[in-house]
């Protein structure tokens, strides 16, 4: 979860950091008079500069929205969650569109860093509540995959009881499709626990994990079907 | 006479005891045939059920996916 800060945070204020880092010297060191005004011989670099970060704000907002669209569309997630989720991508959204029109009316170099320094404050101070929001939506996602999961487990059981009888030559598949409901089981488990432990990266892994071996298990079972001429 | 109503007598018990024997046979090879039968739709329909519950799962799976991929939006 840490991630969502990071990764929108830290492009932009990577770019602005190496930015600095690159140009301070020019920028700061070397353009900017002790009065502050940041003008003159740096007149091209405020100029360049601004563009560069109106253009990684505008890569940043771009990617929120689709990110809000993508929740948006989810059908999972609670209705409540969602807005939640939304609302806390869209104050960011917000914060980097005044940040946009700040930078864009910004006549010096100290201006603009300053405008960094307040953007950056403002996203971390966002950072537990969009965490949180999105910690929801894994447990909520994963809550409903856990039900549907032993569903399914319930399902395959008694369809292993009938094929038994129905296609017993197919006996060996069949047992080793019961060896991968064992397999299942202890997924569920573990799937139980990284929602507790509300750690999305690991309930979404947990979540493809037990796809994976559902769709394997589907395609024994379609093996055992087409061997004893089950028609569906 | 009583010779052939003997004879008649056994042949009669012969026949209806080969008319029952035949008719629980067919009726219990008609039995096991329909039974199969109803075992194999059984299978079917469970596995039906079962195809619908997995492609339900995958769309929780896409689910997370998606909102992983939110979690990431840079």
Known sequence: MKKLFFEIVAPIFLCVVVLFSVVGDVAFAGNIPSGGSGNGSAGGTLAWQKQILMAIADVAIKKLDEAENAVQMNTVISSSTKRAIIASLQRIEDRLVTYKTQIAQATTLAEIQTLNQQVGQYIQAQKNGIINAFKTGFAEIGAAAIAKAKNFEAQLKATLALLKVVCPQELTTINNIEVQLATLASNIVALNVAIQGQNGAVISQKINEINTLIQHLGANIKTVQTSCQINL | ?74
């Open chain 2, 1 to 74: 006479m009583p010779m052939l109503k003997s004879k008649t007598g056994l042949v009669i018990v012969v026949v209806v005891a080969l008319v029952v024997t035949g008719f629980v046979g067919v009726r219990f090879v008609f039995k096991k045939f329909t039974s199969s039968l109803r075992s194999k739709e059984d299978a079917a329909a469970q596995i039906r059920a079962l195809n619908k519950t997995l492609n339900e799962y995958n769309g929780y799976s896409n689910s997370a996916n998606q909102l992983n991929n939110s979690n990431t939006p840079l």
